[in-house]
């Protein structure tokens, strides 16, 4: 068993941590908080408990943790780093048309609302709209129109 938690931990540890600081702790509360995470999930599969999604059940986990320390210190980190999602590029000018690509983005991104941030941001750590649903605790439907309205909202941003 502890090695299957050694493997989720290597798989999932890096987009949790990016999840936990989006979530808008600092760096170290983030590392508190995913020691939490992967303890808990060590405990849960000791105590045999089912989890139907292994990654769903880890961000939500953190996702309330995160929430927690955050209402408990009352603070809040810098803006997440969304150009980590983006590819590298090779030639100086589509570097250049990438960075004014990306500020477009990042402009528009603060235009959406909390939640279609949140769905998003999930989406793009890889998860699935199931997924997605159950680490927020909301309907699948209701992921797929806040991922619907944010990347409308996104495309017309970055094609203007």
């Known amino acids: 068993m502890r090695s ?19 979530l808008g702790l600092s760096e170290a509360q983030a590392q508190e908080s995913l020691q939490e995470v992967y303890l808990c999930l060590y405990q849960t ?19 309330n943790d995160g929430v927690k320390r955050r209402k408990r210190d009352k603070t809040f980190a810098a803006e997440p780093d969304w150009s980590r999602f983006v ?8 570097i250049l048309l990438d960075r004014e690509r990306m500020e477009r983005l990042k402009q528009s991104l603060a235009t959406l609302s909390p939640q279609q941030r949140q769905c998003l941001y999930l989406r793009a750590e890889g998860l699935r709209y199931r997924e997605i ?23 017309e941003a970055v094609h203007a």
Not at 10 to 19: D, G, L
Not at 45 to 63: D, G, N, Q, S, Y
């Open 133 to 155: 649903a159950d680490t927020l605790d909301i309907e699948v439907s209701t992921v797929n129109e806040y991922l619907r309205r944010a990347l409308a909202r996104l495309a």
């Open 45 to 63: 599969l000791l105590r045999r408990e089912p989890i139907e999604h292994i990654k769903a059940w880890i961000f939500r986990v953190a996702h």
């Open 87 to 94: 590819h590298p590029s090779d030639s100086p000018e589509r």
């Open 4 to 22: 299957e938690v050694e493997q989720i931990y290597i798989e999932t540890r890096a987009s949790v941590a990016s999840y936990l600081r989006y």
